[in-house]
């Protein structure tokens, strides 16, 4: 167990050996389509995609594409997704988007296609696994026609697994023994949604409290509407303020706008403490009955590093290790495991 800078706990990265050996010669990859990112990984190498896209019409040039960042042909539509996609007047920020409806385009980008066999077996996640599954499934199961960067491919999806969008974080902690033998309260800051799970030491989730679009995005949104923002971006003929950007400075830590050294970083903090303590005050709120149970508190998503601080030596609260691909990772742990025949 190590801690972050601000003195969060931290659970180290799992033994990449315990679980590198394919149980079949299938390929078995997930597939964490974020608001904020597209994660991917196959046991063995790990991807990030920035979950932006923009439409291309026939006909329309496009910029060059360039590692994770793909122009993508899939359902008889072309897109540039990734990076370079924010280089469009046509780009779109996922967030603001359907993810369901999204979630082909971005398995074309994401997908390795080095595969032997032209087959794959996908692990996928959704924060109402229960009501999207059936269609994700019937979505992306069997023949799987894509062009990404003018090449073709063809692959057959055998099966796709849908997992709740937190219990992968909760997998991988449980994998490496940092976990009680109580009940799991499980945070995760997404980019467009905050979720909280109540989970038990068998993975079975008792409670459950899902707000969307109140994620990172939202934070997002309260700096972009700051007059400490808006009114120096204006000197630079920035009239409104991209949230893409915003959400960018938030992710790589710079907390600065784009190239024009304009920064929130000396006055964000307030705006986040009441963005994360409200969402704190109404799950335990919602879940008051069982937290006299819960022995650990797993903040954990794309926006767990944005409150360290907040958490920092507080009882039971834990953090992931790069906790924006902890679920993408205990995801494939766990079904792997049931490849294997036993428990994660």
Known sequence: MTTSRQGATIAPAPPPAQFSAPASPVPLVSIDAGNAAVKIYDGRSYGLIRALYAPIPDGAPT???????????????RYHVGQQASYYDTCQVAATGNKTELIRLFVAAGLPTKSKTNQADLVLCHHSHDLVREQITADLTGPFLFRRNGVGYSIDIRSVTVLDELFGSWALCRNQGRLGSGLTLGLDLGCGTVLARLIDANGITVRSLT???????????????????????????????????????????????????????????????????????????????????????????????????????????????????????????????QRLGGAA
């Open 63 to 77: 910029i060059q594409a360039v590692k994770n960042s793909p122009v993508v042909e899939v359902d008889g539509a």
């Open 211 to 337: 707000s969307d679009k109140n994620g990172v995005l939202r934070l997002a949104y309260l700096i972009a509407q700051n007059s400490k923002l808006s009114q120096p971006l204006r000197a630079h003929g920035i009239t409104h303020p991209k949230v893409a950007a915003i959400l960018e400075g938030l992710q790589d830590g710079s907390h600065s706008y784009e190239s024009t050294g304009i920064s929130w970083g000396d006055w964000w903090r307030p705006i986040r403490d009441r963005w994360f303590k409200s969402f704190i005050t109404s799950t335990t709120a919602e879940f008051q009955a069982q937290m006299g149970m819960v022995d650990r508190i797993l903040v954990t998503g794309g926006g767990a590093n944005l409150v360290s601080d907040l958490v920092a030596g507080k009882p039971r609260f834990m953090i992931p290790d790069a906790p924006h691909r902890a679920n993408c990772i205990g995801n494939w742990q766990w079904v792997h495991a």
